[in-house]
């Protein structure tokens, strides 16, 4: 069973060889179950032109494939670098218990990696965020939620 600090090297190695192959920026991840890997991921935001292609969302999209389960919350994510809000969502709704991380978000800041707009635009009402939100056909919209809350034979996330 590897250790947290060879888990680590390993997320720190992908992020280094990735990028020097041009894959993306320099961010690795694994993500482990029951001390064995399960899935690594690098970013590859520029090389599929996919701008959610962060290593910690590619890792956990091959996980939950190769597991077969959405539902990851016996699982450990080894991250290069503490999550930006978006990897940490994905994080949270895939239910890993456990994050490790090498990089701080100030540390990738200060290489053009800044996510800090965001932590405070999500804190902003609706009517102030940078891009405009409009409500449109909530009626019918909501038609299709309570069609959802009737349904005998939902798969519950």
Not at 32 to 52: C, H, K, L, Y
Not at 74 to 93: F, Q
């Amino acid at each position: 069973m590897p250790s947290p600090l060879k888990l680590m090297q390993k997320a720190i190695k992908l992020s280094k060889e990735h990028m020097t192959k041009g894959h993306g920026g320099p961010f690795g991840a694994v993500i482990v179950r029951r001390g064995q890997i399960v899935a690594e991921g690098w970013n590859q935001v520029t090389s599929t032109n996919d701008p959610t292609a962060h290593a910690e969302i590619v890792a956990i999209r091959i996980a939950a494939k190769k597991l077969n389960n959405f539902d990851l919350s016996d699982c450990e994510i080894y991250t290069s670098c503490e999550p930006c809000p978006m990897c940490l969502s994905a994080i949270y709704w895939a239910r890993i218990r456990k994050i490790y991380y090498g990089n701080s978000r100030k540390d990738a800041a200060k290489i053009n990696f800044d996510d800090e707009f965001l932590y405070h635009e999500i804190k902003r009402p609706l009517k102030q965020r940078k891009v405009p939100l409009k409500q449109l056909m909530r009626k019918e919209a909501l038609k299709i939620f309570q069609d959802w809350q009737n349904k005998k034979d939902k798969n519950l996330y």
